[in-house]
């Protein structure tokens, strides 16, 4: 005979297990400056299962990504690398709360201007050089932006090039990410949604297992 209570207690258990999983991933916080209330970078953003602290910063690529020795230094090596994080951006640190609207208004996030003429800011994260012929001299900064904009559907990932000498400080639309490794106490390894869904599918199957043993009985 079928015990569906077991059964639906296997499934309840399940979905319970899930939220405590994703309780236990999302760890992002906010950095939010207290003098003026913006929105200036956050801790522990997951990318591609690592974690992340990100700093949105104003100045030149050159001042911000090249080090003493004169080597550019930027947190990603790839396009792909560099969109996993834009999107991360989007999807973890862009979000309204309870201090204030951040993905709604574009504005209440350091780079941006109060009085800006757009409706988004664009969030630079960098990964590698455009340069010229056989590598003799750096044309430009290769990134993906992350547009954060007062329209939901607006909001995307998208390629940029910038000259060296571009400073995002005249900018009242883009702004600078650098990252680094987060060092915190975020959880790791982090379950990725799809083996979370294979964990629920294997619960579900063992209560199915369960069943047959029943009705054999």
Same mark, same amino acid.
């Given at each position: #005979?079928?015990?569906?209570?077991?059964?639906?207690?296997?499934?309840?258990?399940?979905?319970?297990?899930?939220?405590?999983?994703?309780?236990?991933?999302?760890?992002?916080?906010?950095?939010?400056?207290?003098?003026?209330?913006?929105?200036?970078?956050?801790?522990?953003?997951? /990318?591609?299962?690592?974690?992340?602290? /990100?700093?949105?910063?104003?100045?030149?690529?050159?001042?911000?990504? #090249?080090?003493?020795?004169?080597?550019?230094?930027?947190?990603?090596?790839?396009?792909?690398?560099?969109?996993?994080?834009?999107?991360?951006?989007?999807?973890? /640190?862009?979000?309204?709360?309870?201090?204030?609207?951040?993905?709604?208004?574009?504005?209440?996030?350091?780079?941006?201007?109060?009085?800006?003429?757009?409706?988004?800011?664009?969030?630079?994260?960098?990964?590698?050089?455009?340069?010229?012929?056989?590598?003799?001299?750096?044309?430009?900064?290769?990134?993906?932006?992350?547009?954060?904009?007062?329209?939901?559907?607006?909001?995307?990932?998208?390629?940029?090039?910038?000259?060296?000498?571009?400073?995002?400080?005249?900018?009242?639309?883009? /702004?600078?990410?650098?990252?680094?490794?987060?060092?915190?106490?975020?959880?790791?390894?982090?379950?990725?949604?799809?083996?979370?869904?294979?964990?629920?599918?294997?619960?579900?199957?063992?209560?199915? #297992?369960?069943?047959?043993?029943?009705?054999?009985?």
């Amino acid at each position: #005979m079928f015990r569906f209570k077991s059964f639906l207690g296997s499934v309840w258990v399940s979905l319970l297990l899930v939220g405590v999983l994703y309780s236990y991933a999302a760890a992002t916080t906010l950095e939010i400056d207290e003098s003026t209330g913006l929105l200036t970078g956050a801790t522990d953003v997951l /990318v591609n299962g690592s974690y992340y602290d /990100v700093e949105f910063v104003e100045g030149t690529a050159e001042e911000l990504f #090249m080090d003493a020795a004169g080597e550019w230094a930027f947190n990603f090596a790839s396009e792909g690398e560099a969109r996993e994080a834009s999107n991360a951006l989007l999807a973890q /640190v862009f979000q309204n709360t309870e201090e204030d609207d951040f993905d709604d208004d574009p504005t209440l996030t350091y780079g941006s201007a109060e009085d800006s003429l757009y409706d988004y800011l664009s969030i630079l994260t960098t990964y590698g050089l455009q340069t010229g012929r056989e590598g003799g001299y750096v044309l430009g900064i290769s990134a993906i932006g992350a547009r954060n904009s007062k329209v939901e559907e607006a909001d995307e990932a998208f390629y940029a090039t910038l000259p060296v000498a571009a400073d995002t400080t005249d900018s009242d639309a883009s /702004v600078y990410a650098k990252w680094t490794p987060a060092v915190s106490s975020a959880p790791t390894p982090t379950p990725e949604p799809s083996s979370i869904l294979l964990f629920v599918a294997g619960l579900i199957g063992f209560a199915g #297992m369960n069943r047959k043993k029943i009705n054999n009985a």
